[in-house]
T-cell receptor, first 113, second 114 residues
Framework: AQSVSQHNHHVILSEAASLELGCNYS??????LFWYVQYPGQHLQLLLK??????LVKGIKGFEAEFIKSKFSFNLRKPSVQWSDTAEYFC???????????FGKGTTLSVSS | DSGVTQTPKHLITATGQRVTLRCSPR?????VYWYQQSLDQGLQFLIQ???????AKGNILERFSAQQFPDLHSELNLSSLELGDSALYFC?????????????FGPGTRLTVL
């Protein structure tokens, strides 16, 4: 069965620090990869997605992620975080368009000003 | 605003009761997904409907059921509620086509079972 692992449960950073959140998935075939963000009290919003093509994907709010097929990884990065980035971040995967997402457990990011 | 609406926003009920959660997908989206978010299990897929038909089932209990109506809105019915059913229930919708598509999430319904 597919699974998604997010290595960091809680990350605490100061403003302007760089961010990298790890995500690994287990599935041998073609996958679609996503990062969602959930701000406190809000719904999930899509940060970025990878379907095919350039493995370096740029998303909203300055986030990017790199798909490394050989490592089954899709890590999320941001060069300089802001206080407003405080949220929970979820990595998700599906193996085919139009199918359910498998989510990681999430990483809580706390940014202090 | 994702365009996906869910009602009610909060629901408080007692064990043994039955509740119905409602979801309206984005205009034009044919697929509706239901997910449950709890502290211990994280975000888990429950069930998917596509254009009125059940398409896939995930970790959905037998006490739970869902349907999608001709106008494409969907309802999730939870019965014989237990304390452990307390969670945030999200609905998501997507075009559901064969090409790459993304899921848009609603604001969720927070269910508290006392």
């Amino acid at each position: 069965a597919q699974s998604v692992s997010q290595h960091n449960h809680h990350v605490i950073l100061s403003e302007a620090a760089s961010l990298e959140l790890g995500c690994n998935y287990s599935y041998g075939g073609t996958v679609n990869l996503f990062w969602y963000v959930q701000y406190p009290g809000q719904h999930l919003q899509l940060l970025l997605k990878y379907f095919s093509g350039d493995p370096l994907v740029k998303g909203i709010k300055g986030f990017e992620a790199e798909f490394i097929k050989s490592k089954f990884s899709f890590n999320l990065r941001k060069p300089s975080v802001q206080w407003s980035d405080t949220a929970e971040y979820f990595c998700a995967v599906n193996h085919q368009a139009g199918t359910a997402l498998i989510f990681g457990k999430g990483t809580t990011l706390s940014v202090s000003s | 605003d994702s365009g996906v609406t869910q009602t009610p926003k909060h629901l408080i009920t007692a064990t043994g009761q039955r509740v119905t959660l409602r979801c309206s997908p984005r205009s034009g989206d044919l697929s509706v997904y239901w997910y449950q978010q709890s502290l211990d299990q994280g975000l888990q897929f429950l069930i998917q409907y596509y254009n009125g038909e059940e398409r896939a089932k995930g970790n959905i209990l037998e006490r739970f059921s869902a349907q999608q109506f001709p106008d494409l809105h969907s309802e999730l019915n939870l019965s014989s509620l237990e304390l452990g059913d307390s969670a945030l229930y999200f609905c998501a919708s997507s075009e559901g086509t064969s090409g790459p598509d993304e899921q848009f999430f609603g604001p969720g319904t927070r269910l508290t079972v006392l």
